[in-house]
């Protein structure tokens, strides 16, 4: 027999497709890389729509910002437009109870009085204002104050003259019969009276000077020995009277600069006149004809052209030249006259409504006199026996004195009913004290 044989059988298999082998291999990868890119551009899509928004919460909250503030300003305009600080007990709402439209956004302003306005001279107001711009609000809020300075009888930023390094006295011959007010140190000589509030800024949180101490300088009997001293009196050498209280060390108060002028140079051409060079103003001049004073008139002498005389209800009451002024007379009516150089006082310059006790109770004539540099009482024949000014009178880059106040005779007393701002005190005279603390008159 045979023995048993086993047979292998094959099986057919269709060959390798290499290509079929190297696809497959191929997709796995690149469906991975194709899914990381689109999850790539999704990100960059999403990053960059996140950077769009913030980029316009960005914007917004800007323009918001700006829109506020500009909101802040307006409502400090508000205010500086009152002839007298705004009184009120409660909120103020200068534009309306409901937000005020401006391009993308809105904006809402309130007023808030300080409660002691009624009681004080200087007027404090909180000013907010919310504004508001697609999904951005912003709240800003801004104290402001009042600065009057027609509301002193006397103010001053320094009690000394320009190059002058010693203190400029108030003597025992001085009444001030008004608010005063200046940003130095008072320096009494003797016993000068001051009847309403004496206020001074020097050693207060405004003044830069630590060695500043917020008091009195006192002449203290003796040229090189002078005092310090809160104290409302140095006995037996000083002695003023104050009929009202006085403050020292308190807030500083802010001079206008000398380009605050040219603000009335704008309200000039803006229904008064305006003028350059130099001119002699008459208040209520002579009539050549009828031999009566034009009252409720002001005349200028024009160069080559002579005296004009204006109604003063014909313009609106300001007048701005470019150049120097003299001015004398009577004012009868309401007016400024404005110089960006020197005023100068030639005669008595009084209102109608007054007498030698001053202005009359039903008084309505006003008169500002604003010179960009000083305003001089002159030394002229008019001026030898006595001068009487009716005026609110502003120096700004200078002082309110006399010519030649420190030669020559005394030439009586110089008045002045209204205020003297200056932005340092001017000198009006020299004298002397006597052991009784009397001051006698050399010059001025």
């Known amino acids: ?258 380009r605050d002028v040219f603000v009335m140079r704008e309200m000039a051409r803006d229904g008064g006149i305006s003028l350059a060079g130099n001119f002699d103003f008459v208040l209520a001049r002579t009539d050549e004809d009828t031999g009566l004073p034009r009252y409720g008139y002001v005349s200028y002498n024009k160069p080559g052209v002579g005296w004009i005389d204006v109604d003063l209800s014909t313009i609106n009451g300001v007048i701005f030249v470019n150049g120097g002024i003299t001015v004398q007379g009577v004012l009868d009516g309401q007016l400024t006259l404005a110089s960006n150089g020197t005023i100068e006082i030639v005669d008595d310059v009084t209102y109608l409504g007054s007498n030698e006790n001053g202005l009359l109770p039903d008084c309505d004539d006003l008169l500002g006199l604003i010179a960009g540099t000083d305003i001089v009482v002159a030394s002229n024949e008019p001026n030898q026996s006595d001068c009487v000014v009716h005026a609110t009178m502003v120096a700004l880059d200078n002082s309110f004195s006399v010519s030649n106040w420190n030669v020559g005779t005394p030439r009586g007393d110089l008045t002045v009913w209204g205020s003297i701002i200056q932005s340092f005190r001017g000198s009006v005279g020299t004298g002397w004290a006597s052991d009784d603390g009397e001051v006698h008159i050399l010059t001025g």
């Open 1 to 258: 027999m045979r023995p048993a044989t086993s047979v292998a059988r094959r099986r057919w298999a269709p060959p390798a497709d290499p290509t079929r082998s190297q696809r497959g291999t191929v997709l796995a990868p690149t469906l991975f890389i194709l899914i990381i890119l689109l999850t790539l551009v999704l990100s960059l899509f999403e990053f960059a729509a996140h950077e769009a928004n913030l980029v316009t919460h960005s914007v917004q909250r800007s323009q918001a910002l700006y829109l506020a503030e500009a909101g802040l300003a307006r409502g400090e305009t508000w205010i500086e437009a009152h002839e007298e600080p705004p009184e009120a007990e409660g909120l103020l709402v200068p534009f309306g109870a409901h937000p005020v439209q401006c391009d993308d956004g809105t904006y809402q302003v309130w007023i808030s009085p300080d409660s002691g306005n009624g009681s004080s001279w200087r007027h404090v107001y909180t000013i907010t204002c919310e504004a508001q711009v697609g999904g951005e609000r912003r709240r800003l809020e801004a104290d402001v104050q009042s600065q009057v300075f027609s509301d002193f009888l006397y103010f001053t930023d320094s009690e000394r003259m320009p190059g002058v390094g010693g203190p400029l006295w108030f003597c025992s011959s001085d009444v001030i019969d008004g608010p005063l007010f200046t940003n130095d140190q008072i320096s009494i000589f003797g016993d000068p009276t001051f009847r309403s509030a004496v206020l001074s800024a020097y050693g207060g949180p405004g003044d830069n000077n630590v060695n500043h101490n917020a008091a009195f300088l006192y002449y203290n009997g003796s040229p090189t020995s002078h005092l310090e001293s809160a104290g409302a009196h140095n006995a037996p050498h000083d002695n003023p009277t104050f009929d009202e209280d006085y403050a020292l060390g308190g807030p500083w108060v802010d001079y206008p600069a000398l």
